[in-house]
């Protein structure tokens, strides 16, 4: 299958309706829309910290003296994260149409190599704001304390890197990516993660992940069934009390919540 040809080309009618079915999890739009923004979210948040050095002292020395910048980096790589999620979940919905166990296997990898990156945003956020509430010099000290401590995701951490190589193989035995897309994929095995870690040569990986599948995005939205006027009313409904949450919360912290 090319790259022009529509995704279920390489399989018969029946599973290509399935795919397309609305309300199959997580659908085409919002699978399509998270291949798009979660490669851009994530390499955006690497791109925020470049400039400063990608271990923790130096993280949390730029976080220091460029708290709008650091939390706008982190804040917008976690989201990366979670927004990624939908798309790894309909990228496997494509790779189970060629094979059930490689869509099992490749799935359940990728999706707990982000959530363990999430568990450490959590840990992220938590030692910047040690930065303001009590020094850089305590936050520096504490991330370093507890840097080996455990926590039942430090063992989950293979997963992470066998998790891409696992979906860069299948989308391209299933013809769901060509070759140099699919190498391209598999790059984020080499991506750093963990505690405070920024931006390094590494993170190159990243920018393969855009490669791959910003591109398989947008032909995924591109062959995706209209949406209901009901559909867009419930989106245009979350956006407006989003863009009413965002400021009240801003304004009033105790009272949202």
């Not at 609305?22 to 390499?43: C, D, E, K």
């Not at 917008?76 to 869509?103: E, H, M, S, T």
């Not at 990516?177 to 870690?197: D, E, R, W, Y």
Request: net charge positive; hydrophobic share 55%.
């Amino acid at each position: 299958m090319t790259l022009d040809q529509p995704l279920s080309a390489s399989f018969d009618r029946d599973h290509a309706i399935q795919l397309n079915d609305r309300a199959a999890f997580p659908g085409p739009w919002i699978g399509g829309t998270s291949l798009i923004l979660g490669p851009l979210l994530l390499l955006t948040g690497a791109l925020l910290r470049i400039q400063f050095h990608f271990f923790f002292p130096q993280q949390l020395a730029a976080f220091e003296s460029h708290p709008a910048l650091i939390t706008a980096a982190y804040s917008v790589y976690a989201l990366g994260n979670v927004v990624l999620c939908f798309g790894i979940l309909y990228l496997v919905a494509l790779i189970r149409q060629w094979d059930r166990v490689w869509a099992f296997w490749a799935g359940m990898l990728v999706l707990t190599g982000l959530f363990t990156r999430t568990f450490h945003a959590g840990i992220d956020h938590m030692a910047l704001q040690l930065v303001q509430v009590q020094s850089l010099d305590s936050a520096t000290k504490a991330v370093s304390d507890s840097y080996k401590v455990f926590h039942i995701f430090r063992y989950l951490n293979g997963y992470i890197m066998m998790g891409w190589l696992c979906v860069a193989i299948a989308t391209y035995r299933a013809r769901i990516l060509s070759l140099p897309m699919a190498i391209a994929l598999g790059l984020m095995v080499i991506v750093p993660f963990g505690t405070l870690k920024g931006t390094e040569i590494r993170s190159i990986g990243l920018i393969g992940l855009c490669i791959a599948l910003i591109p398989l995005g947008i032909r995924v939205l591109k062959q995706a069934p209209p949406l209901s006027r009901r559909a867009k009313l419930w989106i245009a409904i979350f956006i407006i009390v989003e863009l009413i949450f965002v400021p009240l919360s801003i304004l009033y912290p105790a009272l949202m919540n």
